[in-house]
T-cell receptor, first 115, second 115 residues
Framework: AQSVTQPDIHITVSEGASLELRCNYSYGATPYLFWYVQSPGQGLQLLLKYFSGDTLVQGIKGFEAEFKRSQSSFNLRKPSVHWSDAAEYFCAVGPPGGGYQKVTFGTGTKLQVIP | GAVVSQHPSRVICKSGTSVKIECRSLDFQATTMFWYRQFPKQSLMLMATSNEGSKATYEQGVEKDKFLINHASLTLSTLTVTSAHPEDSSFYIC???????????FGPGTRLLVL
């Protein structure tokens, strides 16, 4: 069974500081990996995804994530956080070729940005 | 990117009534759509997979007679919460993949409050 762990429930960073959100997954093979962002009361917006190839993936809004197979991790990073980045972030995993397959979400990390 | 809409965005109903939520793919055809439920401060949990022209597939623990899903066209799936009770109050989100190899695009969600 596939699963996703986001060990940090809540993270607070200062505006302009760097950010790393952790994500570990469990899957029998190399899965499809995603990071989504959700603002309060809103749906999910895809930040980036990893299917194959270069393990460092660039996304929207200046985010990037690195797939590390040996650590079963897919951590999200941003070099300089903006106040507008305050939101909840979800890591998700799905089977390869899995547009029509079930995606499993982590429990989310809530990001607070302080001035 | 592809656009998925939901209607209504927010609904309040009395206990015992039924509520229908629509999920539409606006600029692409979706043979498969997914319905998720998100309780406050929790992650998204897949409820069911909606397949155009056939019966939906429900996740374990989800009552198919309570959460009726109809996917009558390639652009519309509906979720009807029958005889709603306060414990059904939640944020319901649908998603649809652009293709078999593509990621899922999420609707903005529907907030249901059952009084």
């Amino acid at each position: 069974a596939q699963s996703v762990t986001q060990p940090d429930i809540h993270i607070t960073v200062s505006e302009g500081a760097s950010l790393e959100l952790r994500c570990n997954y469990s899957y029998g093979a190399t899965p499809y990996l995603f990071w989504y962002v959700q603002s309060p009361g809103q749906g999910l917006q895809l930040l980036l995804k990893y299917f194959s190839g270069d393990t460092l993936v660039q996304g929207i809004k200046g985010f990037e994530a690195e797939f590390k197979r040996s650590q079963s991790s897919f951590n999200l990073r941003k070099p300089s956080v903006h106040w507008s980045d305050a939101a909840e972030y979800f890591c998700a995993v799905g089977p390869p070729g899995g547009g029509y397959q079930k995606v499993t979400f982590g429990t989310g990390t809530k990001l607070q940005v302080i001035p | 990117g592809a656009v998925v809409s939901q209607h209504p965005s927010r609904v309040i109903c009395k206990s015992g009534t039924s509520v229908k939520i629509e999920c539409r793919s606006l600029d692409f055809q979706a043979t498969t759509m997914f319905w998720y439920r998100q309780f406050p401060k929790q992650s998204l949990m897949l409820m069911a997979t909606s397949n155009e022209g056939s019966k939906a597939t429900y996740e374990q623990g989800v009552e198919k007679d309570k959460f009726l899903i109809n996917h009558a066209s390639l652009t519309l799936s509906t979720l009807t919460v029958t005889s709603a009770h306060p414990e059904d109050s939640s944020f319901y989100i649908c998603s649809a993949p652009l293709s078999a190899s593509e990621t899922q695009y999420f609707g903005p969600g529907t907030r249901l409050l059952v009084l």
